[in-house]
């Protein structure tokens, strides 16, 4: 990958060009080094159409867009906590789960055409995994989007705000689920599918 | 001038309808089923189990190890293992299938059970004329159906079975000679033993333990 | 006699029809369904409507191990097994840092254009099958698909589904023999093309038919994201096996042929051009194959553990940009495993292509984008 690629120039070219973006690199520990650039929803398509009409980088081809699953995890860790019990300071120890609420993650792969480089790595994450799964749509940037937005929406439930004609496309209209989430169980032979009737 | 290039093209046309009765590079085809063209010898279709020997159930080589059970991508493999064991072509103690089944309509073979499996124990099978009228139990294999000899192996895979029958050659060699090494270690100990008779107690169980196998080998 | 403009102003304006071309349709290449609607015969509208083929590969691919994704990959664009292969273990060979062998890397050169040439061939069958040309171009081209298919059977085990690569190399070994035989098929190459070509590269009935139909501009194939010989018809240069020069194709001398107008006779020319190109790989290829192993020492074949982290490797599949994205949690089964499907995407972009053309126009622009339903359906 070139310096001009290299994620933290591409960050620091971001929150120079589109101001109160906020980038945040996210290493990658795989021998491939592609490192990838997580973007704020707010300033998300501002941050893509600089990216595309930048003189020097000039992101004109949005190869690949992946939705992503994370679950919902939970963390142990081991605290010392000092208590006061019948006026006698006592220290004891204590197991505090904080629960990490799972999200949804949409990566988009860019190139550019035009320079003959890449790829440079965004990603967007939803609030959770339920309730707020929208992202801003990047179609009117790139419309190599379009098919792939509405697969990320069909499979994984990211809805994608601003996508000019966001439907299932893969699976039939009336399913209900999406299929590649990571707790999702087909169900069993003979149990019909779960449908949504409209 | 217009019309040419139609020309040139019924040129081309006529260049390969007469060219058909003269040239072999432009008429490929033949008359399937009368006339049948030699199958390569790496073509694969459904997965066969292996025995040596002259019996299906003794000598087949599988040890139950289930890796391709695992491995199998369309998990199209069912193995059960049996309780008891035997000896194997070296005279090691190992498991057996009790049952083991294969869905060739789940089947696609691909060949990695063929790949991952360490005991030479399956291979592919050249056979592809196989319908049957029995849509599930047809196409439900059982171990009975699945077991081909050595000798049909030497006859579709002549390259692969020569080569894999070199290693287990070599195999059986190395063992024999292990084996072998190791009944003299014990008869030198024993021999020992015998000439301090304090220690006899001791050695003599453990050096008829080692020759034990040693002797299947030579029955075999 | 009335004009074409005064029978309309008597008739009034036309109504709209909706046809629903396909999932059964012989012109589809598969179950693949177009809402089109119509004013008289000119469309309006066409939304591509798929996923009569979908049996979630993705979702299957995450339930296996790394090396079980493999034979699975064979079943996407089920003409090229080879390239897709090929896509796969590059993406993992990225994730887990293996190395290729240098024999290995001629083999999967040699094998993989083969399947251009074989899959270049056949669409120009059908293509022409579609618009008219009964039989003829597609059986020249099955003769030749079928010499490639009988050399990828002696070398893999299967005509189609070949299941041949494995990450640090290919699974067997070819011969001399299997070597002289496609140096032998490779020398007949020239002459087929060149019958090929001539036997409707100038008919005129052809060049009235497609030139100025279906027309791509330049500008909305980049950003629709439009790959392969499509992308190059409307004369953007950019072929990955030139940017990325993946494996070994920076040793090769080639050129990228370029389109002009963008048309489907361009997207026609562009495979026929793009079939030479592969020979004069393939002649290259074969002679300066060296001796060696085809497997890395360290590559694994079971229990393939990469390191957390993620990879995106990308071929130029004979249908345009074929990429896998592949995210590791460090186990033995793949977290996230992605396909960037080319026919899939191809496919943005035929509604504006076939607007405002006829009906029977939306057939060859459809032909000309060369679509498998295995790969954009998954």
Redesign the interface.
């Given at each position: 990958m070139s310096d001009l690629l290299n994620a933290e120039e591409v960050k620091a070219q971001i929150e120079a060009g589109v101001p109160g973006s906020h980038v945040t690199v996210i290493p990658?520990?795989?021998?491939?080094g592609?490192h990838?650039l997580l973007l704020d929803n707010e300033h998300a398509f501002a941050v893509a159409s600089f990216l595309r009409d930048h003189p020097a980088l000039r992101l004109?081809?949005?190869?690949?867009v992946?939705g992503?699953d994370w679950l919902d995890t939970e963390t142990t860790e081991k605290i010392r906590v000092k208590k006061v019990v019948d006026g006698v300071e006592t220290e004891a120890e204590e197991t505090r789960k904080t629960k990490v609420p799972g999200y949804l993650e949409a990566?988009y792969?860019l190139f550019s055409?035009e320079k003959?480089h890449g790829?440079v790595?965004l990603r967007m994450r939803t609030a959770n995994r339920t309730g707020q799964t929208q992202l801003p749509s990047l179609t009117p940037v790139?419309?190599?989007?379009?098919?792939?937005e509405r697969e990320a929406f069909d499979?994984y439930g990211i809805v994608f705000v601003g996508h000019p004609d966001l439907r299932?496309?893969?699976?039939?209209d009336g399913f209900a689920d999406f299929?590649?989430r990571k707790d999702y169980h087909p169900p069993a032979d003979g149990v019909p599918v779960a449908e949504v009737h409209a | 001038m217009?019309?040419?290039?139609?020309i040139?093209?019924l040129?081309?046309?006529a260049?390969?309808f007469f060219g058909s009765y003269v040239e072999k590079?432009?008429l490929?085809t033949v008359q399937f089923p009368e006339e049948r063209r030699s199958?390569?010898?790496?073509?694969?279709q459904f997965p066969f189990l292996l025995y040596d020997g002259d019996d299906p159930e003794r000598g087949l080589r599988c040890v139950s190890c289930q890796?391709c059970e695992k491995?199998?991508?369309p998990r199209c493999i069912h193995i059960e293992k049996s309780k008891d064991r035997k000896p194997d072509f070296v005279g090691k103690q190992q498991f057996y299938p009790a049952v083991f089944n294969i869905d060739v309509s789940v089947c696609?073979?691909?060949?990695?059970c063929v790949?991952?499996c360490p005991f030479d124990a399956i291979r592919?099978d050249t056979e592809f004329e196989l319908s049957t009228s029995d849509r599930f139990g047809g196409l439900l294999w059982t171990k009975r159906e699945l077991a081909r000899s050595n000798e049909y192996y030497r006859q579709i895979h002549p390259t692969e079975a020569g080569e894999c029958d070199e290693r287990r050659a070599k195999e059986l060699a190395d063992a024999q000679a292990k084996a072998a090494a190791a009944a003299a270690a014990a008869a030198a100990k024993a021999a020992q033993a015998a000439a301090a008779p304090a220690a006899a107690s001791n050695g003599a169980p453990g050096s008829g333990a080692k020759s034990e196998p040693a002797k299947k080998v030579v029955t075999q | 006699m009335t004009s074409v403009a005064e029978m309309k102003a008597i008739a009034g304006p036309s109504e709209i029809m909706e046809v629903s071309m396909g999932p059964h349709h012989p012109s589809t290449h598969g179950v693949f369904r177009m809402d089109v609607r119509l004013e008289g015969e000119r469309v309006v509208r066409l939304k591509p409507v798929?996923?009569y083929l979908?049996r979630?590969h993705?979702?299957i691919a995450e339930h296996?191990?790394y090396?079980?994704?493999?034979?699975?990959t064979?079943?996407l664009d089920y003409l090229c097994s080879m390239t897709n292969n090929w896509g796969y273990v590059l993406a993992v060979e990225?994730?887990?840092?293996l190395q290729v062998p240098e024999r290995a890397e001629y083999i999967r050169v040699i094998v993989a254009e083969l399947t251009r040439f074989q899959n270049h061939a056949g669409l120009i069958g059908f293509l022409l099958q579609d618009m008219g040309a009964s039989g003829?171009p597609l059986m020249?081209a099955f003769?030749e698909r079928?010499?490639i298919l009988?050399l990828f059977?002696?070398?893999?085990?299967?005509r189609m589904?070949c299941?041949y690569m494995r990450f640090g190399g290919v699974?067997?070994d070819c011969s001399a023999e299997w070597l002289d035989e496609v140096r032998r098929l490779v020398a007949?190459l020239p002459r087929f093309l060149g019958?090929f070509e001539?036997?409707?590269?100038?008919?005129?009935?052809?060049?009235a038919r497609t030139q100025g139909v279906g027309v791509l501009p330049r500008e909305?194939a980049?950003?629709?994201?439009?790959t392969g010989p499509m992308l190059r018809a409307s004369g953007?240069n950019?072929d990955i096996r030139k940017?990325d020069k993946y494996g070994i194709y920076d040793r090769f001398d080639f050129r990228v042929p370029l389109g002009e107008h963008g048309d489907v006779y361009d997207r026609y020319m562009m495979r026929l051009l793009e079939m030479a190109e592969t020979v004069k790989i393939l002649e290259q290829a074969l002679r300066n194959i060296p001796a060696g192993p085809v497997m890395d020492p360290k590559a694994k074949?079971?229990g393939l553990r990469?390191?957390?982290?993620?990879?995106?490797g990308?071929i130029e599949s004979p249908k345009g940009?074929l990429?896998f994205?592949l995210?590791?949690d460090g186990s033995t089964i793949p977290y996230?495993y992605?396909v960037?499907p080319p026919s899939?995407?191809n496919?943005?972009?035929l509604e504006d292509m076939c607007l405002g053309q006829n009906i029977a126009d939306v057939v060859i622009t459809l032909g000309s984008v060369d679509i498998v339903l295995g790969e954009v359906?998954?």
């Open positions: 990658n520990g795989s021998p491939s592609q990838s004109d081809y949005c190869s690949l992946t992503v990566v792969h055409i003959k790829p790595i790139w419309r190599s989007c379009e098919f792939q499979l299932r496309i893969l699976m039939w299929p590649m | 217009l019309g040419e290039g139609i040139q093209g040129m081309e046309t260049r390969n590079e432009r490929v199958l390569p010898e790496a073509t694969r890796i491995e199998c991508p696609m073979s691909c060949q990695i790949e991952v592919m | 798929f996923g979908h979630n993705e979702k296996g191990a090396l079980a994704a493999i034979p699975y064979d079943r990225k994730l887990a840092g003829t020249y003769r079928e010499k009988d059977e002696s070398l893999s085990g299967a589904m299941n699974r067997v007949t019958e001539a036997l409707l590269r100038s008919n005129e009935i052809l060049m909305l980049i950003n629709a994201g439009v953007v950019y940017v074949l079971r990469p390191k957390v982290g993620e990879a995106y990308r940009e990429g994205f995210i590791s996230r992605r960037r899939m995407i496919l943005t972009v359906d998954r």
